[in-house]
């Protein structure tokens, strides 16, 4: 099997690669190897090297950083999606296989499943959202199987010498040695799920293997706890450090169930939250004399 996985190099990217690396051949593209908002160039691309079925890892996120720059967000993550869809359905692609985000749900107390209400509460949220409605699309019109995963919050250890972003944990052990506690919004007991990059690396190893015979969606949930707890494991494991709450700034949940995961594609997670803590906070002292990290 030929596989194509964008986002190769990224932060969740090297680890579905090196999942798949049983699988067949493997051919990596960076946003330094292909331009996915350039149409052309994805379409040249996939006929210069053709494959049986496309990961789609590359995209921008981030709560945030969407927010302050919306139409970048939707020229990369969902343009970029169309462009990669033409192109398979062009050059006869016929099975693709897309990470998504839990956060096209938006907000929930309750465990939301893949067949619960689609409301981001963000622009990234939104792109994802639109990159799956293409992805159903793509499906019913042209024949092509896929499966859409939906992880929370994937966080885990970045190697040197790639800086860390958008990732909770660091940003707590950052707070602790600058500050010497970490701030939360309201009480801190709003809940949030986290997920190790392998662990997704698995569920996408499964996906490849899966035959949907149309479009499928996959949630992959895993490590639910408050703010405040997931806070608290941070200060024990360092040591040091304390957390307050700001009740002036509102704090929600977004909780998810994958059940569908574990009884048909067999997911079975095996990073907990404090081995994923541990990972981070043993990197992290690692490389504190490190020009790229952020002190």
């Given at each position: 099997?030929?596989?194509?996985?964008?986002?190769?190099?990224?932060?969740?990217?090297?680890?579905?690669?090196?999942?798949?690396?049983?699988l067949g051949r493997i051919e990596g593209s960076d946003v330094d190897t292909l331009d996915i908002t350039d149409a052309g160039a994805v379409t040249t691309t996939l006929k210069a090297r053709p494959a049986d079925?496309?990961?789609?890892?590359?995209?921008?996120?981030?709560?945030?950083?969407?927010?302050?720059?919306?139409?970048?967000?939707?020229?990369?993550?969902?343009?970029?999606?169309?462009?990669?869809?033409?192109?398979?359905?062009?050059?006869?692609?016929?099975?693709?296989?897309?990470?998504?985000?839990?956060?096209?749900?938006?907000?929930?107390?309750?465990?939301?499943?893949?067949?619960?209400?689609?409301?981001?509460?963000?622009?990234?949220?939104?792109?994802k959202a639109a990159s799956e409605a293409l992805i159903h699309a793509y499906a019913e019109s042209y024949g092509i199987e896929a499966v859409i995963l939906r992880p929370n919050f994937i966080v885990g250890p970045?190697?040197?010498?790639?800086?860390?972003?958008?990732?909770?944990?660091?940003?707590?052990?950052?707070?602790?040695?600058?500050?010497?506690?970490?701030?939360?919004?309201?009480?801190?007991?709003?809940?949030?799920?986290?997920?190790?990059?392998?662990?997704?690396?698995?569920?996408?190893?499964?996906?490849?293997?899966?035959?949907?015979?149309?479009?499928?969606?996959?949630?992959?949930?895993?490590?639910?706890?408050?703010?405040?707890?997931?806070?608290?494991?941070?200060?024990?494991?360092?040591?040091?450090?304390?957390?307050?709450?700001?009740?002036?700034?509102?704090?929600?949940?977004?909780?998810?169930?994958?059940?569908?995961?574990?009884?048909?594609?067999?997911?079975?997670?095996?990073?907990?939250?404090?081995?994923?803590?541990?990972?981070?906070?043993?990197?992290?002292?690692?490389?504190?004399?490190?020009?790229?990290?952020?002190?």
């Amino acid at each position: 099997m030929n596989i194509h996985v964008t986002g190769a190099r990224g932060f969740t990217g090297m680890y579905v690669v090196s999942a798949l690396a049983g699988l067949g051949r493997i051919e990596g593209s960076d946003v330094d190897t292909l331009d996915i908002t350039d149409a052309g160039a994805v379409t040249t691309t996939l006929k210069a090297r053709p494959a049986d079925m496309l990961v789609h890892l590359a995209a921008l996120k981030g709560n945030k950083p969407s927010r302050d720059n919306p139409l970048e967000f939707y020229r990369v993550n969902t343009t970029g999606t169309l462009n990669l869809l033409e192109a398979c359905r062009v050059t006869g692609v016929k099975r693709v296989v897309f990470v998504s985000s839990l956060t096209v749900h938006g907000k929930s107390e309750h465990p939301v499943n893949e067949t619960s209400s689609i409301r981001p509460q963000h622009p990234y949220g939104a792109t994802k959202a639109a990159s799956e409605a293409l992805i159903h699309a793509y499906a019913e019109s042209y024949g092509i199987e896929a499966v859409i995963l939906r992880p929370n919050f994937i966080v885990g250890p970045i190697p040197a010498p790639h800086p860390y972003a958008d990732n909770i944990i660091y940003d707590f052990i950052t707070a602790i040695d600058t500050k010497g506690f970490i701030g939360l919004a309201g009480d801190g007991s709003y809940q949030r799920e986290w997920v190790h990059p392998e662990d997704v690396a698995a569920a996408v190893k499964l996906a490849v293997e899966f035959r949907s015979g149309g479009c499928e969606t996959f949630i992959l949930a895993v490590n639910r706890m408050s703010m405040r707890e997931l806070a608290q494991r941070v200060v024990e494991t360092m040591g040091r450090g304390e957390v307050k709450t700001n009740p002036a700034i509102p704090g929600f949940s977004l909780v998810s169930s994958s059940t569908k995961a574990a009884q048909v594609l067999g997911w079975k997670p095996r990073h907990d939250v404090q081995d994923i803590i541990r990972q981070i906070w043993y990197e992290y002292s690692g490389r504190k004399d490190h020009p790229h990290h952020r002190n």
